[in-house]
């Protein structure tokens, strides 16, 4: 940052100017005095603070926010790399003053037509990277470490596909079916991958059990994403003795699963696994979060209430649960049975 003048008033003018040019942005701003005194006060003001006032960079400002919100996270070192990565995939390290509202959109609209791993990214992709830094900024704001929010008034570009594939009635037994067989004979991986499918469990969630959460076929899980993460659910009994195996003679503060590492594994751990025990199968590849549309599509049409499943997947309501999670058709079919049951419910 450069300060110019004072200049005196040219033709048109009236006031003293002082000039500030930022090389960075290649842009110039005029301050105006009354007097030839009072702009060499301003002067001298300005190229003190020019001075003594540290140029605070995204990447170094990225670090301090990480470092704030990392005791709220499960997984710090894991979720830490996932938002630095939301961040720095798309912004550059420049100093936070240089983004503006039109640079701010530019780059928003120029990720929107970078390309991912597997092809052009897609909205939901580019629309999380966006959510990620537009809280980022927000929080930028609420310190006063920047004037306005550059990112406030960007909006999404596209739509993004709610909901993820999932495995088909037949397809989910053959699955199911294995893991079951896999379990028996000691595979932890399949065992986790069942209990996240009966339970409707995040991945992280699985992986942060631990062996004091299993009381018979009871299952406590400590989730920490809201405040409905908290909750206790009732495990297949089957895979409940199984995993009572799993835990038996084991410390209750252990992790059940890959507790052989020092820090709880990312949710990749899961993906591996159930992706390999997929091919195995021979049925459609799916991620784990599909595990949890398939857990709350079969308990609809088993005739499960919206309020039983959203809380069983730890939702606030079931409108999360119907949009990211169950099927249409099995929520219809759900209500249908239920009301045929309550027709036909033998009287007392």
Not at 314 to 335: L, P
């Amino acid at each position: 940052m450069y300060i110019y003048g004072p200049y005196p008033p040219a033709a048109g003018r009236t006031k003293w100017r002082i000039v500030i040019y930022d090389p960075s942005t290649g842009k110039r701003k005029s301050l105006c005095a009354e007097t030839r005194g009072a702009a060499d006060l301003l002067a001298v003001q300005l190229r003190r603070e020019t001075e003594t006032k540290p140029t605070l960079t995204v990447y170094e400002a990225l670090a301090q926010w990480i470092d704030e919100k990392r005791p709220a996270w499960r997984n710090p070192d894991s979720v830490a790399r996932n938002v630095e990565k939301r961040v720095t995939v798309w912004i550059p390290d420049v100093p936070i003053e240089v983004i503006d509202a039109a640079r701010a959109s530019a780059l928003y609209l120029a990720v929107t037509k970078s390309e991912g791993r597997f092809g052009p990214l897609k909205a939901a992709t580019h629309q999380g990277y966006l959510k990620t830094v537009k809280e980022f900024w927000r929080w930028l704001l609420d310190r006063e470490l920047i004037e306005k929010d550059a990112f406030a008034k960007v909006k999404p570009i596209g739509k993004a596909n709610a909901g993820k594939q999932q495995l088909g009635p037949l397809e989910a037994k053959t699955l199911e079916r294995m893991l079951l067989e896999k379990a028996k004979q000691g595979e932890e991986g399949a065992l986790a991958i069942l209990v996240q499918l009966y339970l409707g469990l995040r991945p992280s969630e699985v992986l942060g059990l631990t062996v004091g959460a299993v009381d018979g076929i009871n299952v406590f899980v400590n989730g920490t994403k809201n405040q409905n993460a908290k909750r206790r659910l009732e495990l297949y009994a089957p895979v409940a003795k199984i995993l009572a195996k799993h835990c038996a003679k084991r410390p209750l503060s252990e992790r059940i699963f890959a507790a052989d590492r020092d820090n709880q594994p990312a949710p990749n751990w899961m993906y591996k696994r159930l992706h390999a025990y997929c091919d195995e199968a021979k049925v459609a590849r799916v991620c784990p979060h599909s595990l949890r549309g398939l857990h709350s599509s079969l308990a609809l049409e088993a005739g499960a209430t919206s309020n039983d499943v959203a809380r069983s997947l730890g939702h606030s309501s079931f409108a999360i649960t119907a949009k990211h999670y169950a099927k249409a058709d099995s929520i219809e079919v759900g209500k249908a049975r239920r009301m045929a049951g309550s027709m036909h419910a033998k009287k007392r």
